[in-house]
């Protein structure tokens, strides 16, 4: 009878299940991630080799995050109707197959196309992965298993862009990517080993157009729709300077060869290691008063970048990770909170407008790259001082 009970009751980290949810959706989220952020370093080989500007390079990140939002609004909609189970397994499996094709694409627009097409189910893992923990995992608890899935969000960022540099500069391009497609099987059958069946999900019975526009109703709420923004700005600014820094570095006064560069992407593990110390901070502050301090330090990281010294970048890189992390988990907590229904609806709608973000921080900004230079792409940063002026009208759920 206990027994019973017990499987009817979230889970909690006294539990196994607890923890094979999180170690399944850390490894997951090492595998997608790392996949869609490999390519990030590459952009200048790919400009050298493939004979095509840095915009057009950046073509490899913006196509790919331009379907992620196609693909989180429909694969958001089918993890609430269908099961997220089904959805997030799917999406590892093709995602890990499909990276095995790119490098054997005759031209350049195929290698778009594909990585298109890719996008569209690497959306699976993040668009059901927060709907899953907020009906899964006890309520007292969501922030710790949500801080452990974002910090392994910039745990797949950071190993995509140092080990996709560093291989590349020691063989090349294609068998990095061989290696990760590798990696991404055996992620995708130990997360079907582990992942155990949902215990809370409800198949949608209601007609489908009923059932859709209750998802829709999540953009009629004020405080999600902050979040929304929130996950579109800091996105820019975010995606711009990780984009554009390779060519920044490799250039005048610089002259950084490709694995020192890609050692600059170790900054990630200040975005790996500040959630769960925030989640925790959170229990007393209020997951707002983090998530804008976030903000704060993020912004005081893109501003040392300016400064044309090698260890003001790296401490101005390792801030704006702290920050922007520290800001997204907060707000992925809060939207999760917020959504008292359609939840990975909820969560889809915060990472549209988070890769929307990637999307016009990778190719949009390239204009300022070429015309301005560095201090063009930071120029965006602007942007985030429409989050402090909308901060008093938002109220927490």
Request: charged share 10%.
């Amino acid at each position: 009878m206990e027994a019973t009970a017990a499987q009817h009751q979230p889970y909690t980290p006294s539990e196994a299940g607890f923890w094979r949810v999180t170690i399944a959706l850390m490894l997951a989220s090492l595998s997608i991630f790392s996949t869609l952020y490999v390519f990030q370093p590459l952009l200048p080989v790919f400009t050298s080799e493939l004979d095509i500007t840095a915009t057009q390079s950046s073509l490899l990140m913006s196509a790919c995050v331009t379907a992620m939002v196609f693909g989180l609004f429909i694969l958001g909609f089918a993890a609430d109707r269908y099961g997220r189970a089904l959805v997030m397994r799917g999406s590892l499996l093709f995602t890990a197959l499909s990276l095995v094709l790119i490098p054997i694409m005759p031209e350049f627009e195929w290698m778009v196309t594909l990585r298109f097409i890719q996008g569209f189910f690497l959306a699976g893992i993040p668009a059901a992965a927060m709907g899953y923990l907020g009906e899964e995992v006890s309520y007292r608890h969501i922030g710790l298993a949500m801080t452990l899935y974002i910090s392994s969000n910039a745990l797949g960022g950071m190993g995509g862009r140092v080990v996709g540099g560093y291989l590349t500069d020691l063989f090349n391009w294609q068998m990095t990517l061989w290696s990760f497609s590798a990696f991404g099987v055996l992620a995708a059958f130990l997360f079907l080993w582990l992942f155990p069946k949902e215990r809370f999900f409800e198949k949608a019975e209601q007609n489908l157009v009923v059932d859709l526009k209750g998802m829709l109703i999540h953009l009629k709420s004020g405080p999600l729709l902050v979040l929304f923004l929130l996950g579109i700005l800091m996105q820019i600014v975010f995606t711009a300077v990780w984009t554009y820094l390779p060519f920044y570095l490799e250039g005048d006064p610089f002259d950084w060869p490709l694995k020192w560069i890609a050692f600059t992407y170790f900054a990630y593990l200040f975005g790996v290691l500040a959630p769960p110390a925030a989640g925790r901070i959170s229990d007393q502050a209020g997951l707002k008063r983090v998530m804008f301090s976030g903000v704060v330090i993020f912004l005081i990281g893109t501003a040392l970048t300016a400064v044309k010294e090698g260890w003001s970048i790296m401490v101005g890189l390792s801030l704006l990770c702290m920050g922007f992390f520290v800001a997204h988990s907060m707000a992925s907590a809060l939207v999760s909170k917020t959504a008292t229904h359609h939840r990975s609806g909820a969560s889809g709608f915060y990472l549209i407008s988070y890769y929307l973000g990637v999307a016009i921080g990778s190719t949009a900004v390239g204009t300022l790259w070429e015309k301005f230079q560095w201090y063009g792409v930071l120029s965006v940063g602007f942007l985030l001082i429409v989050l402090f002026i909308l901060y008093p009208f938002y109220k927490d759920a």
